[in-house]
Nanobody, 127 residues
Framework: QVQLVDSGGGLVQAGGSLRLSCAASGRTFGSYTLGWFRQAPGKEREFVATIGGGDGFGTYYADSVKGRFTISRDNAKKSVYLQMSSLTPEDTAVYYC???????????????????WGQGTQVTVSS
């Protein structure tokens, strides 16, 4: 069982930056695939970024955030982060971290792949 707690959201002006954090519990955190998703009002939850477990897997991003967002993990702290820069109003959403027991290639871009979810943290970007 894994519990995830998101934090770091807030109000920021367009062009600004935020760093989201997600703290996890659980013994096997290091092996989990971790992801960030977001959901804007009236829209479906969408993939933002994912990072594989252990030390050998890479990172993958949605086209809309590539080059602006960076996902990283610290297995010793059982945490995953999302560094966001060059924010635009279109990035406004509730952001959720998620954990999956396995790596699934492109399946990790789907919310249905993940087994555990954080409660979400609101990010609002003003123009």
């Amino acid at each position: 069982q894994v519990q995830l707690v998101d934090s770091g959201g807030g109000l920021v002006q367009a062009g600004g930056s935020l760093r989201l954090s997600c703290a996890a519990s659980g013994r096997t955190f290091g092996s989990y695939t971790l992801g960030w998703f977001r959901q804007a009002p009236g829209k479906e939850r969408e993939f933002v970024a994912t990072i594989g477990g252990g030390d050998g897997f890479g990172t993958y991003y949605a086209d809309s955030v590539k080059g602006r967002f960076t996902i990283s993990r610290d297995n010793a702290k059982k945490s995953v982060y999302l560094q966001m820069s060059s924010l635009t109003p279109e990035d406004t959403a509730v952001y959720y971290c998620a954990a999956a027991r396995a790596w699934g290639g492109y399946e990790t871009h789907k919310a249905s792949w993940y087994d555990y979810w954080g409660q979400g943290t609101q990010v609002t970007v003003s123009s």
